[in-house]
């Protein structure tokens, strides 16, 4: 019986022989973290790469880490994230201008055009290395209601092949093709439905033109007949579809005029997109 055990511990020793501990291999050492985190931000698993590399970063302190962290919640739209690690990098870094450069475009895209603009009039000055920053500069002026500079100032940091479009582009904020509100209320008042039309509503016009003269002609039909209770009925219609046909004309314009808002800024969006001013320079994947 004995001989018979030590065959079969011998048989499965030999089958299933134990590792040696230098083939061991720790998924938590610090090395393996970061090699992992490399892998992740290569393979664009920003949101795992990034907690992967702040793992990395309560054991040991690398710029480079840093910095990727902040390109990794930037890829993937946290920007107030993106702007507090780009924060972080320290002035003698290799990265601070990087770091600088992303922290403002976080801040643009963010839509905090305000302090986009406040922080990078109080900090930046001309260095080749703050990519396009300029010309976001003035990008912003697009997406908000402050008045815009002059238009030589406005071009100046744009070539030649992007300045047909940027003109453009400032000569639609600068004369927005918008319906006034007041026209479109005096006119409603004067012909209901005219102030609809005018904003473009047509079929919605034609049809509180209608409503209202129909209204008009069976009220001065039942007062001529005698009939003053029905009179007085379609007189209430008349007063009902009159001040809600002006009030929907003042409606429609602001709609219209939010309609031009709205696509002239997604037409910006799409052209800044277009230009890859938002495209990183830096390739740590080779």
């Not at 500079?149 to 030649?160: A, I, S, V």
């Not at 052209?271 to 320079?281: C, D, K, M, W």
């Amino acid at each position: 019986m004995i001989p018979t055990i030590c065959l079969v511990f011998l048989f499965f020793s030999q089958a299933f022989p134990q590792k040696d501990s230098s083939d061991y291999f720790d998924i938590n050492s610090t090395s393996n973290i970061k090699k992992f985190a490399d892998y992740l931000f290569c393979a664009d698993d920003y949101l795992r790469a990034a907690l992967e590399y702040e793992k990395y970063l309560s054991s040991y302190y690398n710029d480079t880490v840093e910095f990727k962290i902040g390109l990794s919640y930037s890829r993937i739209g946290n920007y107030s994230k993106a702007i507090e690690w780009f924060n972080k990098i320290k002035n003698n870094s290799g990265f601070s201008n990087d770091a600088r450069n992303e922290y403002f475009k976080s801040l643009f895209q963010s839509g905090d055009y305000y302090n986009f603009r406040k922080y990078y009039s109080e900090n930046i000055v001309n260095n080749d290395k703050i990519r396009n920053l300029d010309k976001l500069f003035y990008f912003s002026y697009f997406f908000t209601d402050d008045e815009l500079p002059p238009r030589n100032d406005f071009l100046n940091p744009f070539n030649l092949k992007e300045e047909n479009k940027i003109n453009e582009f400032y000569q639609r904020k600068t004369n927005p093709p918008y319906k006034s509100v007041a026209a479109a209320v005096i006119m409603s008042s004067l012909i209901p439905g005219s102030g609809k039309i005018y904003t473009g509503q047509i079929g919605d016009g034609i049809i509180a033109a209608i409503a209202t003269g129909l209204c008009g002609y069976l009220a001065y039909d039942n007062f001529k007949a005698k009939h003053n209770f029905r009179g007085w009925v379609f007189s209430g219609l008349i007063a009902f579809f009159y001040a809600g046909n002006i009030y929907g004309s003042a409606a429609s314009a602001q709609i219209y005029n939010a309609g031009i808002q709205f696509n002239f800024q997604n037409d910006v969006k799409l052209y800044l997109n277009q230009q890859n001013y938002f495209t990183p320079e830096y390739d740590f994947c080779k």
